[in-house]
């Protein structure tokens, strides 16, 4: 059973900016906080940010300013703004409930070149 779709990522150069989206099946959206995650190569899924029902968000320490989560409750959908975007930013992107309860998706790659 498929409960999240992520799509957006793609290659970009250093400083560039990327908007990934995730669809979220509808009973998770609506009743948890939701999280993008990502895995680098070589190391361990981290959170980036979350977002509450309420839309609070938090971010790690070395995203703020630079992310951006959003939600939209009609779509079912999250969002992430990545601005000047970083080659340490480099990872395979996953949207989840936050903490994680759903199925994790295919996620989508997000590669900066330097």
């Known amino acids: 059973q498929v409960q999240v779709v992520e799509s957006g990522g793609g290659l970009v150069q250093t400083g560039g900016s990327l908007r990934l989206s995730c669809v979220v099946t509808a009973s998770i959206f609506s009743r948890y906080a939701l999280g993008w995650y990502r895995q680098a190569p070589g190391k361990q899924r981290e959170l980036v940010t979350s977002?509450?029902?309420?839309?609070?968000?938090k971010y790690e320490d070395s995203v703020k300013g630079r992310f951006s989560m959003s939600r939209d409750n009609a779509k079912n959908t999250v969002y992430l703004q990545m601005n000047d975007l970083r080659p340490e930013d480099t990872a395979v992107y996953f949207c989840n409930s936050y903490p994680a309860i759903a199925a994790w998706g295919q996620g989508t790659q997000v590669t900066v070149s330097s």
């Open positions: 977002i509450t029902p309420g839309g609070l968000t």
